[in-house]
Every structure is written in C-alpha cells, then in structure tokens.
C-alpha cells in the first residue's frame, strides 16, 4: 500500500511538473510573437519617414539644390519627417517605460482645470490650422481637485485633444467637459469628426492598431498614443472608454480620483 501511494504521488508531482513546463512554454512563445511583431510595427513606421528623407535628399542633389523653389519645400519635408521620426522614438521610448512597469507614477494632488487650460493653450495652434473649435465646459467651480501622476495625466489630455483635432471634421469642434462625481472626477475629449466603425472600437487602444493606415500616417502620429493613453490610465486603477458613430465622431471618456 505504502508503495503505490508513493508512487501516486510522483505521477502527480510529474503531471504538475509537466503542466508548468507547458505554461511556461507557452508563454515563451506568446512573448517571442509579441517581440517579433513589435520589431516589426517598429521598422515599418520608421521605414516610410526614412525613405522620405533619403528621396528628398536624393532630389536636391539631383540638381534641386539650383531651384530655391524646390530646395526649400524639400528641405521642409524633410523637416517633417524628421519630425515625425522623432515622435514615433520619443513614444516607443514612453511605451517600453510603461510595459516594463519601470515608469513609476507619482502622485500629488493638483487642479485638474489648470491642466486641461494648458494642454488646451498648447494645441490652439494645431487646432487653428485644422479649423477645428476648442471648447472647454466646465462646471461653476474652477478649481477640481485629483490626486494623480500629473505628467502623465497631461499626456493623456494631450493624446486624447490632439486626436480629437487630428481625427475631427474641418471646422469641427472638440468639447472637453468635467464631471464631478462622488470619488471620482469623469472628463471626457468630444468630437464631430470622422469617427470609428464599430468593429475597429475594440482594438483602438492596442499598440500600432489604427483604423485607417495610410490616413493615419499621413496624419503623423505613431499609433502608439492610445495605448499610451490606456497603460497610464489602468496604472491609476481608473477607466477609460470610448464610444463613437462612424462618421458623426467620438468620445473618449476616463475617470480620475477626486482629491479634497
Ligand atoms: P495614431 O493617431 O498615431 O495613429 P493612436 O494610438 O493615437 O495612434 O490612435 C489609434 C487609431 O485610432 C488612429 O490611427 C485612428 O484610426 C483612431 N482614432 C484615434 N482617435 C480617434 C478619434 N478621435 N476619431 C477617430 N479615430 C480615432
């Protein structure tokens, strides 16, 4: 008796032993997929700024270097392009942080008005080019208190209005409102633009996913805002939501720990 109970006991000693080498295995696998397709997202939104320049540059060497016309309005694309290098790293270099848990968030309290009026006072430029409105609705009081990681909250605000802008209609208007609830503090970025269709709303957030490639591209984002957006919203135990009609615009709207 004492025997075949022992050996009961290796054969389900190996059956775990076998179970946590499949796990693990698996999740091995899971993160060489995830590597490989990141590398790649990587390369891909890098290639097209980089092939840009090279043909801007191959240009003016070409002789466009003679016409002032040319050489000017090829020296500022390549500034464009630069320039949109420069976002693509700046945000692979956020992201990285955030899914290696190495970004710490500190928290304080502060006014969560004051911050909305300066993202809002940076990107009255890019709304203006876009002829795109800013509205910001606040409730009687100008001063709402959170307590949160106050950089990172101005780059949710300022993702989520610069898309608003991005992705509005010409001569659209985005609408910021704060609501005062029990806990928590809910603000929500509207817009009037083109909207995402249904089936794209479940994925918006993952990394490098957007609805329209090219037109997204062209836009000069690095697809990474959203779920930069999400990683620093979930990192303050809060929610984000979007909900939107395709074509008639959007609205994304996350929750914030109220502060005395
Ligand atoms: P990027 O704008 O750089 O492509 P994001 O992660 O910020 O990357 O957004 C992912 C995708 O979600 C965008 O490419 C776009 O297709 C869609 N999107 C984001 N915000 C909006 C919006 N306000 N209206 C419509 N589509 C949006």
Redesign the pocket.
Known sequence: VQNTDALEKVEKEVQEWSETRGSLVSQLKKQEKYRKEFIGNVSHELKTPIFNIQGYILTLLDGGLEDKSINRAYLERTEKSINRMITIVKDLEVISKLESGELKLIFERFNIIDLINEVLEMQEMRAKKQGVKLIFSQEDSNSIFVYADKKEIFQVLN?LIV??I??GKDKGTTHIEVMSMDKNILIEVR?N????EADNLPR?FERF????KSR?RN?G???????IVKHIIDGHNQNINVS?NYGEG?S?TFTLNKSK
């Open positions: 993702n898309n608003s991005k992705y817009d633009g083109i909207g995402i918006i996913y957007r609805v329209d997204s836009m984002g690095s697809g990474l805002g959203l779920a939107s959007s994304f």
